[in-house]
């Protein structure tokens, strides 16, 4: 069983940057893909970026390259997403979450991941 709390959101100017934490409980946070997935208002939770247990394989969403960072500490059993260069469309409710995808293709899917956060709002404006 893993738990997860996210932390660091906030309201910014576009331009800025936030970093969010992911504290996990639990002994075997390291043999899990940390995923982060947002939600705007009205849309679905989609994907940002995941990072392998080891912090060796990471893997972005299309839009948040370049820009947004992933990362871990297991040795603190948490998980951090820095974002740069914010934009009014990274809006949203970001989550972190913890699971074991089969393979690479599975990393951005809702369905790959056991455990999740209840999520930290980040309002960027224009």
């Known amino acids: 069983q893993v738990q997860l709390v996210e932390s660091g959101g906030g309201l910014v100017q576009a331009g800025n940057s936030l970093r969010l934490s992911c504290a996990a409980s639990g002994r075997t946070f390291d043999t899990y893909v940390l995923g982060w997935f947002r939600q705007a208002p009205g849309k679905e939770r989609e994907f940002v970026a995941a990072?392998?247990?080891?912090?060796?394989?990471?893997s972005y969403e299309d839009s948040v390259k370049g820009r947004f960072i992933i990362s871990r500490e297991n040795a603190k059993n948490t998980g951090y997403l820095q974002m740069n260069s914010l934009k009014p469309e990274d809006t949203g409710v970001y989550f972190c979450?913890?699971?074991?995808?089969?393979?690479?293709?599975?990393?951005?899917?809702?369905?790959?991941?056991?455990?999740w956060g209840q999520g930290t709002q980040v309002i960027v404006s224009s």
């Open positions: 990072i392998n247990g080891a912090g060796e394989t990471i």
């Open positions: 979450a913890a699971g074991r995808p089969a393979y690479a293709a599975s990393w951005s899917w809702r369905s790959s991941y056991f455990y």
